[in-house]
């Protein structure tokens, strides 16, 4: 650092790791180890899928938020938040168990007392309706209950208290036409005293009708080797439609085409698609005499590790979440 005096980690190599556990120094070259750096995330590339645990000390005081990838890939190609699988090991009240609790990564304190409280971490995913709205957390171990809180005229709103054998809220009262935001923390009483967690991450999501989209049409022109897909729009906000194809021989699904939602009729022709494998986009194409499953469903935006960062809001995870499908095959 500038200062001489202290060290920002921007890169790890292999020798950094022990078993599975990747141990950040407390010192360099005689100097504190103060920062782990945005550019510390390129190293996670070549070790992302065998590193369990980052052991972070008290002498770092700063985390910046790009330290560690926000994705990996499993070997079925598939995304996994890189917090599932990773967990921090953190000492109470440092800037390792605020980073964790921010980001909803698993995490282990060191120094927990019986009073110590870890935060809530929010599951993936959602239940929706038209008019209702369910999410899950995982269960923290040695607590009483959980409080849940929806955000109201840029304030968290106590919803409810719940025991510590509930992981889950439904909400029937939530806000139907706009985006929901609630936050989670557990709670441990001792005597006359509470003690609270950290707040969970946010969790923003909207309602939405469920049900299969309305197709009016799904055809193949055989000369010119392409698929369209027309649809009648509702023109609800924030609710799009989504098309993939499926491989005849693999299976497999190819990432979705976006039609996004008017309404009326809605168009979409197209030739080629895409599938990822190995971490590498590849276009793929129809051909003649094979049988194709054309899927069409309407999805929203469900963004599942969110921060309040000077009353804007930091996104974190975002994920699709899909209705009902409609399913047609088609025959070249």
């Known amino acids: 650092n500038p200062d001489g005096k202290s060290v920002s980690l921007i890169q790890f190599s292999d020798k950094a790791l022990s078993a599975n556990t990747l141990k950040i120094p407390t010192k360099l070259d005689s100097m504190p180890v103060t920062c782990m750096a945005e550019d510390l995330s390129g190293s996670f590339d070549h070790y992302d ?12 005081t700063s985390i910046e938020r790009g330290c560690m990838p926000m994705y990996v890939r499993d070997k079925a190609n598939r995304f996994i938040y890189f917090a599932d699988i990773v967990t921090i090991a953190c000492n109470k009240k440092t800037a390792a168990e605020t980073f ?3 980001n909803n990564y698993k995490y282990n304190v060191k120094d927990a007392t019986k009073t110590y409280v870890h935060a809530v971490r929010l599951a993936k995913g959602v239940s929706v309706s038209k008019s ?21 005229n840029g304030k968290w709103k106590k919803l409810i208290d ?3 054998g509930t992981n889950f809220y439904k909400d029937t009262a939530c806000d139907t036409q706009n985006d929901n935001f609630y936050m989670v923390r557990a709670f441990v009483k001792s005597g006359s005293k509470t003690y609270w967690s950290k707040k969970s991450t946010i969790k923003i999501v909207n309602c939405m009708d469920t049900k299969a989209p309305d ?3 799904i055809s193949c022109d055989k000369n010119e080797y392409s698929v369209t897909v027309t649809i009648n729009g509702d023109g609800e906000r924030g609710k799009n439609y989504y098309i993939q194809v499926q491989d005849p021989e693999s299976g497999s699904w190819s990432e ?22 190995n971490d590498k986009e590849y276009t793929d194409e129809f051909i003649g005499g094979k049988k194709y499953k054309i899927r069409v469903r309407r999805g929203m935006s469900v963004y599942d590790s969110a921060t309040l960062d000077s009353n804007s809001i930091y996104c974190g995870m975002e ?13 070249f």
């Open 49 to 60: 899928k065998q590193i369990k645990v980052v052991d972070i000390p008290k002498s770092v």
């Open 100 to 102: 964790a609790a921010e």
């Open 132 to 152: 209702r709205i369910k999410f899950k957390w995982y269960k923290v171990k040695n607590v009483d209950g959980y409080r849940v809180y929806r955000m109201v």
């Open 162 to 164: 719940l025991d510590a």
């Open 215 to 217: 197709v009016k049409e």
């Open 256 to 277: 979705p085409i976006k039609l996004y939602n008017s309404a009326g009729e809605i168009s979409e022709n197209f030739r080629e698609f895409s599938f990822i494998y």
């Open 319 to 331: 994920q699709l979440h899909y209705g009902k499908a409609y399913v047609k095959t088609v025959e």
